[in-house]
């Protein structure tokens, strides 16, 4: 599978970015996929995944608030992650990735990677 992140930009605090991620290669369904994010000087962390169907959603604990939402269109083969009332913190790489596995918020059960997209909130 290979992944094409995109969406990224600037944006001030409060404000909101749809980022999506276009897959092409094996079959698209067959992989529950999810997004990860990187900031300077830190570790690489989940943020959302989403199973095969889209039937299922699964966030990490700090992204309980709802601010996030992963969907999915297979038919078009695509990912999207809708970032709402972004903060500072939120300032990081984005990337999206493919999985066998089913409700894994463990980046090395993640088979496939885009490259990512630069998200960058300012205060």
């Known amino acids: 599978v290979q992944l094409q992140a995109s969406g990224g930009g600037l944006v001030q605090a409060g404000g909101s970015l749809r980022l999506s991620c276009a897959a092409s290669g094996r ?4 992989y529950a996929m999810g997004w990860f994010r990187q900031a300077p000087g830190k570790e690489r962390e989940f943020v959302a995944g ?8 699964y966030y990490a604990d700090s992204m309980s608030t709802g601010r996030f939402t992963i969907s999915r269109d297979n038919a078009k083969n695509t990912v999207y992650l809708q970032m709402n009332s972004l903060k500072p913190n939120d300032t990081a790489v984005y990337y999206c990735a493919a999985s066998r596995f089913v409700h894994t918020r ?8 885009g490259q990512g997209t630069q998200v960058t909130v300012s205060s």
């Open 50 to 57: 989403i199973s095969r169907s889209g039937g299922s959603t």
């Open 106 to 113: 463990k980046w090395d059960e993640y088979d496939y990677w």
């Open 27 to 30: 079959i698209f369904s067959s």
